[in-house]
């Protein structure tokens, strides 16, 4: 079993970074595929960002392409999502998944394991 939990969430104004983290626990996630999800209010939840399980691999929304950066760090168990230029669309839940396939997909029944999500608050 493999618990997730996020962090890093807050208010920022349009224009500014943040950056997320998910951290693993319960057992090794370096296997897995990791992604980050959000949801805005009265939206469907969405795909942001994926890494695969060697970090040899990326793949970003388009709404995050050029605005976004996933990393790992297998030995720390921790995945982090750096966003800059942030826009009030973005406003949302962010929640980190990790699936066993080890393969990123953006849909978001492939993956295995959700933390409770952080809260992204982007202001004009």
């Known amino acids: 079993q493999v618990q997730l939990v996020e962090s890093g969430g807050g208010l920022v104004q349009a224009g500014g970074s943040l950056r997320l983290s998910c951290a693993a626990s319960g057992r090794t996630f370096s296997g897995f595929a990791v992604a980050w999800f959000r949801r805005a209010p009265g939206k469907e939840r969405e795909f942001v960002a994926g890494i695969s399980w060697s970090g040899g691999w990326t793949y970003y929304a388009d709404s995050m392409k050029g605005r976004s950066t996933i990393s790992r760090d297998n030995a720390k168990n921790t995945v982090n999502l750096q966003m800059n230029n942030l826009k009030p669309e973005d406003t949302a839940v962010y929640y980190c998944?990790?699936?066993?396939?080890?393969?990123?997909?953006?849909?978001?029944?492939?993956?295995?394991?959700w933390g409770q999500g952080t809260q992204v608050t982007v202001s004009s």
């Open positions: 998944a990790a699936a066993k396939s080890g393969t990123v997909l953006g849909y978001d029944f492939v993956y295995d394991y």
